[in-house]
């Protein structure tokens, strides 16, 4: 939270309305890496994610907007609030949790574990140094420098061959020896159900609205034609438990997958895994 607000008040700005808009609000967005390879260690997955795991993923992400929040507000303190602080929920000691959509209660029930009480009246008494706080994004560039899996999102291959101008790189899953047997991949799941799920919890405890994909493997279906109706259950029950914006609607074709055996060896790697090609049409303004 430092070093990215503190990039606000050294970068330049091409133009005065957008200096003068900035720092009036100054808004960040920190995201989520590796957050298939979190749900892998906790031998946890997508699609059959239970109450336990959602409470688990509740905690993670309760800690995750405190401490944002919190850092933020501890700016305002020492360098001062922005001018805008009054026209954000914050500046009126309104956290994210305080307004997700409570049919999220039938999944798992409300809890507050850190100390809210506290930081909300911080925030009425001394305001908020920036407008907006979490953003999740794909993370495509900072995911490959990390060695993480990208995003919120699992992994459709253990092994990828990640294309783009700068050229391939191929990227392994995170301690992929002891937890190849526990990762969770995109095309495995019969359902987005758990995923939809997943992205509720999280939902709550983000100050912008999570851009969530639906994904689907024709395979599992009769005739391999997925049912009208179940698209349909599954975008109500998204908006139901306080989503967003549904984005992607990603439907597997079978392309892009090359045995492993001829590229790493029959030993190292299952070959029902495959690899999974990618070719990454980078985002200039999401790169660091």
Known sequence: MRGLD????????????????????????????????????????????????????????????????????????????????????????????????????????????????????????????????MALMPAETSAQIANATNGIEPPRSLISVKQSKHGVLKQVVPEYKRLKNKYDLLWDQRSPEGYIKIMAVLQKYIDQGISVNTSYNPIYFEDEKIPMSLMLQHMLMFYKYGGKQLYYFNTHDGQGELDVSKLVGEAEVPQTNGYHIEDDEECESCVI
């Open 6 to 133: 503190a990039l606000l008040s050294y970068q330049g700005y091409p133009i005065l309305a957008a200096e003068l808009s900035t720092k009036k609000r100054r808004p960040i967005g920190v995201g989520i890496i590796n957050f298939a390879y979190w749900l892998a260690k906790h031998d946890l997955t997508y699609q059959d994610i239970d109450t336990q795991g959602l409470e688990l993923i509740d905690e993670y992400a309760e800690a995750w907007s405190y401490y944002l929040i919190k850092a933020s507000a501890d700016l305002a303190v020492e360098q001062g609030a922005i001018s805008g602080t009054l026209e954000t929920k914050y500046g009126h000691g309104i956290t994210p949790n305080m307004t997700y959509k409570k049919d999220l209660d039938e999944l798992i029930k409300h809890k507050e574990r850190m100390d809210w009480k506290g930081l909300r009246k911080q925030l009425k008494e001394t305001g908020i140094r920036n407008s907006t706080l």
